[in-house]
């Protein structure tokens, strides 16, 4: 009779039939072998009961040992492992399953709550429809190393209030790597997912698929990559760090009512025929795919109740799309967009067959901002979030008279029918000058990029003060003729070779109503090969701020102002 909390190591590979473990045991497998055929029905190998914890690994310093199921026909496969009532643990060893691995079931008892850690080995599923690891509800699955690879789905939280937490280690599926079920039914609500490191890669799937009704999936670590990287049909997603990734060639939502309807997007929002609440929370992490981020309605759902309403908050976080970083076009969510930094088109689109129940996009982060992106008012405001060269905001309307406003940086745009206006932000930061011809206005996060991008003749627009430092000469073609508009704002400057091409280089004006535009000395500065000329036609204050500008060179004008210019100098 073996005794609690025994360890037993085995002395050679063995076939034996199925074991019910009642006591506190380790089994060691030496660097042996256990194969097991036929597991008949609900029967597995071993079944860990009465509060048992049991444990099984493999301390042998070469080859580790392997539990294989070796039924011939599915049909007759079990589980090679189920947690009826206790606690069970996985080291360094590898369980071969025919068609299902671990089973942690349903916790019935109050004072017992059934799990399954896993430090480190292999579980894999041979089966199409196999599974290789299923939490049941009330249980928990933590994987902290290992690998778990399966033909079908690596883990499936199935059960209410069922817990999966991933600290590392890796998935690897054709399927789904971890999923959910979307019943509505209480057996299934209020699932919790965690994904703080590891990698979740599906060859054929969403890597994540999350149906579930009060779910919870928080990603704040690790690695997500699958044909869609994380698809939510019901319940939170909270995203705060790790690597999203959406390895589809193409984006497509497509309607199906009972499983994924997405590929391409690094993260799809689709509400399940369910109509169950849909909260989206990006403050962090890196989404990526044709797509970066879509919220569509591929089944069609016309409810607009509040219990079902799905919303979308990015505050922070990079999304990159390489048709679009953001594709809108469920008009009954809301689109809140306060931060982040977005690589390609934010695109929107409705129909006349759509409903709008008063959703809205809103990209912002003033306090109290009222303007909104919606299928009414057709607006979009833009205060922060930085946009690559790429980046456009677009809405295409199928009436071509829809007037549509977009504001950006305080700068109000009212376009008619299907438009794209660019937003030529560098990534990581906010815009500082704009240049407007008459193809529009585009926007850049330095001067000198406005400078390089201006064509002869064109107005740069100052929208922020700026600061050059030491190493900010900048460069203008000597061919190219362009004005200076500060605007109110104020340039900083340190070095002379930024000064001088500010004054010899540019033709400068106020458009501000109190002309407090300026450039300002942040340092003494001296002046050795050239001088300082303002053209005829310019305008500028220059403020000394208590520094000193000088040149070595006798008997010569610091600053020569031109006939018609008007200079003034402040701060002495």
Known sequence: DIGNNEEIILLADTDD?????????????????????????????????EGASFAIKDDSTSTKGTITDTTNTVTDSSYVVVVSNGSFTLSDV????????????????????????????????????????????????????????????????????????????????????????????EDYKGTKINISGGSVTSSGAPAIYNPAVDSTLTISGGTITGKTGVEVRAGTL???????????DSYSSTPNSNG??????????????????????????????????????????????????????????????TAASVFYQDSRSDLDIDGGTFQGDIVSTYTSEEVSGGSSISISTEENETDAYSSESNNITITNGAFSNSANVQK?????????????????????????????????TDAVASITTDSGTVYYSTLQAAITAAATDNTITLLDDISLADTDTLTIDNDKSLTLDFSGQNISVSNASALTTLFNKLTTEDS?????????LSQDIALTDTLLTLAGSSTLTLDLGGKTLSTAKQESNLITVSAGGNLTVTGN
């Open 94 to 185: 590898t369980i071969n399953a025919r068609k299902y691995g671990v089973s942690v079931l349903a916790t019935t008892d109050d004072e017992t709550v059934n799990s399954f850690t896993m430090e480190s080995g292999t579980i894999s599923s041979a089966d199409s429809n196999g599974i290789a690891v299923d939490v049941e509800k009330g249980s928990s699955f933590t994987l902290n190393d290992g690998t778990i690879t399966s033909e079908n789905l690596g883990v499936g939280v199935f059960g209410q209030n069922a817990i999966f937490n991933m600290n590392g280690g890796s998935i690897t599926t054709d399927g789904f790597g971890i999923s959910t079920n979307g019943t509505n039914s």
């Open 260 to 321: 994924s309807t997405s590929s391409g997007a690094g993260i799809a929002i689709a509400q399940h025929g369910t109509d169950q609440a849909i909260n989206v929370n990006i403050s962090g992490g890196e989404i990526s795919g044709n797509v970066g981020l879509s919220v569509t309605n591929p089944n069609q759902r016309t409810t607009t109740e509040e219990n079902s309403k799905i919303s979308v908050d990015i505050t922070s976080g990079s999304i990159t799309g």
């Open 17 to 49: 039939a199925g074991v019910t473990i009642k006591k506190n045991l380790t089994l060691n497998l030496n660097g042996h072998n256990i194969t097991k055929s036929p597991m008949i029905n609900a029967s597995g190998l071993f079944i860990v009961d």
């Open 396 to 428: 295409y309307s199928s009436n071509n008279t829809t007037s549509t406003t977009v504001k950006i940086k305080g700068t109000e745009y009212t376009l008619t029918g299907n438009y794209s206006l660019d937003t030529s932000y560098d990534s990581n």
């Open 238 to 248: 909270n995203v705060t760090g790790g690597t999203i990734s959406g390895s589809g």
């Open 512 to 520: 501000s109503t109190n002309k407090t535009g300026s450039i300002k």
